[in-house]
């Protein structure tokens, strides 16, 4: 059964570093994957998606994704974070061909002055 | 657009109740989703409709849940009766094709008293 872990349950950043969330997928082929973001008493919106292609995925807002086949990784990242990103962070992964996602546990980004 | 339209946005009832929670999808779009949210278990797929016809309603907890969609731009999630772990944000999304974007609407937050 295809699966998918986010380790890091909260993360903190300064405004203006780097950010990096991990995201490893279980899946007996190349899945589809995607990165969504739910900011406080809103529904989930669509950052980025991977289907195939490059793995270097470009999404709304800076951020950005690589697709890790050999990790079944699915990182995202963003150059310089910005206090409006504080959201929670969820890595979906769903079949070709298919509809049902199946999504991480999250990651609440917490960004710091 | 006016996006996925969720009602109500609060919903406070007392144990035993009939719980109806209503989903309106983007106009066009052929599937819809109806997810679970809470702190324990993370975002879960309860059932998901293709042209109005249930596909997949593994996630449903239990019998006490049932869910229609009579036509393309309506659905309902219907909980009787109502008990207090049914306390969680309920989200609807739809979208139209296969493996694109989920569009999901602002959730209803039910609290079972």
């Known amino acids: 059964a295809q699966s998918v872990t986010q380790p890091d349950i909260h993360i903190t950043v300064s405004e203006g570093a780097s950010l990096e969330l991990r995201c490893n997928y279980s899946?007996?082929?190349?899945?589809?994957l995607f990165w969504y973001v739910q900011s406080p008493g809103q529904g989930l919106q669509l950052l980025l998606k991977?289907?195939?292609?490059?793995?270097l995925v470009q999404g709304i807002k800076g951020f950005e994704a690589e697709f890790k086949r050999s990790q079944s990784s699915f990182n995202l990242r963003k150059p310089s974070v910005h206090w409006s990103d504080a959201a929670e962070y969820f890595c979906?992964?769903?079949?070709?061909?298919?509809?049902?996602?199946?999504f991480g546990t999250g990651t609440r980004l917490l960004v710091s002055p | 657009d006016a996006g996925v339209i969720q009602s109500p946005r609060h919903e406070v009832t007392e144990m035993g109740q009939e719980v109806t929670l209503r989903c309106k999808p983007i106009?066009?779009?052929?599937?819809l989703f109806w997810y679970r949210q809470t702190m324990m278990r993370g975002l879960e797929l309860l059932i998901y409709?293709?042209?109005?016809?249930?596909?997949?309603d593994s996630g449903m907890p239990e019998d006490r849940f049932s869910a229609k969609m009579p036509n393309a731009s309506f659905s309902t999630l219907k909980i009787q009766p109502s008990e207090p772990r049914d306390s969680a944000v309920y989200f609807c999304?739809?979208?139209?094709?296969?493996?694109?974007?989920?569009?999901f609407g602002p959730g209803t937050r039910l609290t079972v008293l």
């Open positions: 999304a739809s979208t139209l094709g296969q493996n694109n974007e989920q569009f």
């Open positions: 899946y007996g082929a190349t899945p589809y």
């Open positions: 991977y289907f195939s292609g490059d793995t």
């Open positions: 979906a992964v769903g079949p070709p061909g298919f509809q049902k996602l199946v």
């Open positions: 106009s066009g779009h052929n599937s």
């Open positions: 409709f293709n042209n109005n016809v249930p596909i997949d």
